[in-house]
């Protein structure tokens, strides 16, 4: 599996392409926004798009998963259930925030703790971390020990959880009972910033030792 990183929206999130080497076929994980810039991407790859992965509602993550759907036909799988009332909230999502007017989506698949996602010869194993949003979902492909993990966990920082039903305790436990438990040699693609390792982070990230959290 290879993969690709483009940067959406002005909060700079990551949006990821992951796609079968011997098909070509690919997901977007988070498509937030600049549907022409991730489109331009996979034309670049010579990809097709298969499906579309969510990790969590916000709009900076989420914004752009019905545009893309409208534009290329593909279904969606994820955020958790739990996720729906952001997703139901996206119109007040894009007034508090200065997006453009978006719309919210109904995934063709609510994703849950141990579900599958296929694509070409490629399958990802689902996570449920909650703790920033209580649906958040974060993707792992065990092969490459790769993980895109949305905004549960950044280098040197871990998700905000003032949001409305984010809770800390709960961050953490997924991020020590759901992340870490996948080995330290696992890099992982945040929502925002520069990748790292479970390993790193595990014993460097203040918010994770007891120096923050």
Not at 22 to 41: C, F, N, S
Request: glycine content about 12%.
């Amino acid at each position: 599996m290879r993969y690709a990183i483009v940067p959406v929206t002005p909060f700079e999130q990551n949006c990821t392409i992951f796609w079968c080497e011997k098909t070509r076929q690919a997901v977007v994980i988070d498509p937030g926004g600049d549907i022409d810039r991730i489109l331009a991407t996979l034309a670049g790859e010579g990809l097709t798009l298969a499906l579309i992965l969510v990790t969590h509602g916000h709009i900076d993550h989420a914004g752009g998963v019905a545009a893309l759907a409208e534009r290329t036909g593909v279904p969606i799988d994820g955020p958790h259930r739990d996720d729906a009332f952001w997703i139901d909230g996206m119109a007040q999502q894009s007034k508090m925030f200065g997006f453009p007017d978006v719309k919210g989506f109904v995934p063709s698949r609510w994703l849950e703790q141990g579900d599958k996602v296929r694509f070409g010869e490629v399958e990802l194993d689902v996570l449920h971390c909650p703790g920033h949003t209580p649906g958040h979902i974060v993707f792992y492909h065990p092969p490459s020990h790769l993980a895109q993990v949305g905004d549960v966990l950044f280098q040197g920082s871990i998700g905000r959880t003032d949001f409305p039903k984010g809770d800390h305790q709960t961050l953490l436990r997924s991020i020590k009972e759901k992340l870490f438990p996948l080995g330290d040699e696992v890099e992982f693609i945040p929502g925002h910033g520069p990748m790292s390792t479970f390993g790193e982070e595990r014993k460097h990230n203040p918010f994770l030792s007891g120096r923050f959290g």
